[in-house]
């Protein structure tokens, strides 16, 4: 668990100080933003998916984050215009608020609280869940909300080349057969390289001084991200008859989890308030270590 705090903290840090160093251009973001986009969660998603077995009982808990993404978007839709937010305001808390980051974040802190036996239901949920709402719905989102064309061919057409997205198609049509072991190192190595790269960009684009400005977005993004969101499931999932303990208590938890980065780096990378995004996952992952597990204090 301290390695993987270590690693979140450094690759933070190193962003931050990078940017104040006057040694990385100004677009430094926008490259990483990318890389990762293009090229190492393409990788992860097609490694993790390809390996991924699912057993029925746990689909209940797959489909929380959709469910956790649709109220994003009508509690943000609903409350961002009243309080005088801007379009794309908006939409970035959509995005950040909506994904949680089950796979980062979430897998480590979840094995550290509740043990190895409940990665198996975290995992469906971050697969499943996390990453499809991602490379579909939220896609879409994204695209409509900073598209000058809107016309549903155009953004389909986007939507469609999007390279996490056809990763995630591949690996569903290859799900049958093995591939050699040198594949899976090679994608396991670029899939590696996206959290701390994410990181650093969200590091580079953090400008702590733009919290004060960002009080009240800041405050309704990570309080339904941290604590309305993982409420409402844990109502939903109480009204559902025979649900394990087990599945119950992981399904909340990665609920509660701080947003994804790659959202904010889907967000940036759309011009859908980069400063926000950035604050969101920044302040959200810290926060996320106390808050997470009073949330499992109060499930018990």
Do not use: C
């Not at 933003?33 to 390996?51: Q, Y």
């Not at 808990?61 to 509690?75: I, K, R, Y």
């Not at 794309?88 to 094995?111: C, H, Q, R």
């Amino acid at each position: 668990m301290s390695q993987f705090v270590g690693l979140l903290a450094a690759s933070l840090l190193l962003g931050a100080f990078a940017r104040r160093s006057g040694r990385f251009p100004e677009q430094t973001a926008l490259v990483l933003n990318a890389f990762v986009l293009n090229i190492a969660l393409p990788a992860l998603v097609l490694r993790a998916v390809h390996r991924l077995t699912l057993a029925p009982e746990l689909l209940a808990a797959a489909a929380t984050p959709w469910l956790v993404f649709g109220g994003s978007w009508l509690f943000f839709r609903a409350l961002g215009p009243r309080l005088g937010f801007p379009p794309g305001t908006v939409a970035a808390l959509v995005l950040t608020g909506g994904l949680s980051n089950t796979a980062f974040v979430g897998l480590p802190l979840i094995e550290g609280l509740m043990g190895r036996d409940a990665l198996q239901v975290a995992v469906v949920v971050d697969q499943l869940g996390s990453f499809l709402v991602l490379g579909t719905v939220a896609t879409l989102f994204a695209t409509h909300a900073a598209a000058r064309d809107t016309r549903t061919g155009a953004l389909l057409k986007k939507v469609a080349g999007f390279p996490p997205l056809l990763a995630l198609v591949t690996a569903f049509l290859l799900h049958p057969w093995d591939w050699p072991a040198a594949v899976d190192v090679v994608l396991g190595r670029l899939g590696d390289l996206l959290t701390p790269l994410a990181l650093f960009s969200v590091g580079f684009q953090l400008r702590p001084s733009g919290v004060k400005g960002r009080m009240r977005a800041l405050a309704l993004g990570l309080g339904y991200k941290l604590a309305l969101a993982p409420l409402a499931i844990a109502l939903l999932l109480l009204l559902l008859p025979g649900m394990g303990r087990l599945t119950f208590e992981v399904s909340v938890l990665q609920a509660a989890m701080a947003p994804m980065v790659t959202a904010a780096i889907l967000a940036a990378d759309n011009g859908l308030d980069p400063e926000l995004s950035a604050l969101m996952v920044g302040l959200g992952i810290p926060l996320s270590f106390a808050t997470v597990p009073f949330v499992l204090w109060l499930l018990h």
